[in-house]
């Protein structure tokens, strides 16, 4: 079967930085997307990985090894409106989104 | 301003009872999705078009149905047959469908479905 693994929650600092991991078993590999989701409102899109290494976009990074089925999002200088869920997808050969369950990441001043 | 519509945001539902939820776009976009998010789960494809009046079914479409009429609209009906229909909805757009990788979804901002 095709399953994506997150953790379910983090807690982290303010101004800090995070790392949200993400490993995939997927039946083939087309491109894998971060998106934020604060509670109650619509996913927005964040990243998309396709190669392996890094991909940087201000505060926010992410980072793709295809071998391991493995990518983390990195923030850095967190805020407290960073306060959300991040859900992992992966493309599949089908071209069907497989997604997480999604990581909540808890701010602390 | 461009964007996906999603109505209502709260809907109750009686036993028995068929309910339909709203999404319409203005990003002239080809295709269109309902998904179900339930906690501790990630989201679940219900259908999906990728032209007007053609619609496929997703990985949980039993008790649900759609219709394409217009581009920019795309309402799910939760009908009684839906045992479990407790959960928030997310309509979703994108250019596409399939024939690109990289192609993003735009969500709406949801709809959160209850039984009374």
């Known amino acids: 079967g095709q399953n994506i693994d997150q953790p379910t929650e983090m807690t982290a600092t303010e101004g800090a930085i995070v790392q949200i991991n993400c490993t995939y078993q997927?039946?083939?590999?087309?491109?894998l997307f971060w998106y934020q989701q604060h509670a109650g409102e619509a996913p927005t899109f964040l990243s998309y990985?396709?190669l392996d290494g890094l991909e940087e976009k201000g505060r926010f990074s992410s980072f793709l090894s295809r071998s391991k089925g493995y990518s983390y999002l990195l923030l850095k200088e967190l805020q407290m409106k960073d306060s959300a869920s991040y859900l992992c997808?992966?493309?599949?050969?089908?071209?069907?989104?497989?997604w997480g369950a999604g990581t909540k990441l808890i701010i602390k001043p | 301003d461009g964007g996906i519509t999603q109505s209502p945001k709260y809907l109750f539902r009686k036993e028995g009872q068929n309910v339909t939820l709203s999404c319409e776009q203005n990003?002239?976009?080809?295709?269109m999705y309902w998904y179900r998010q339930d906690p501790g789960q990630g989201l679940r494809l219900i259908y999906y078009?990728?032209?007007?009046?053609?619609?496929q079914k997703g990985d949980i479409a039993e008790g649900y149905s759609v219709s394409r009429e217009k581009k920019e609209s795309f309402p799910l009906t939760v009908t009684s047959a839906q045992k479990n229909p407790t959960a928030f909805y997310l309509c979703?757009?994108?250019?596409?469908?399939?024939?690109?990788?990289?192609?993003?979804?735009?969500f709406g901002s949801g709809t959160q479905l209850s039984v009374l």
């Open positions: 979703a757009s994108s250019i596409i469908q399939g024939s690109s990788t990289n192609e993003k979804l735009f």
């Open positions: 990003l002239n976009h080809d295709a």
């Open positions: 997927t039946s083939g590999f087309n491109g």
């Open positions: 990985n396709v």
């Open positions: 078009s990728q032209i007007v009046n053609d619609f």
């Open positions: 997808a992966v493309r599949d050969s089908n071209y069907q989104l497989i």
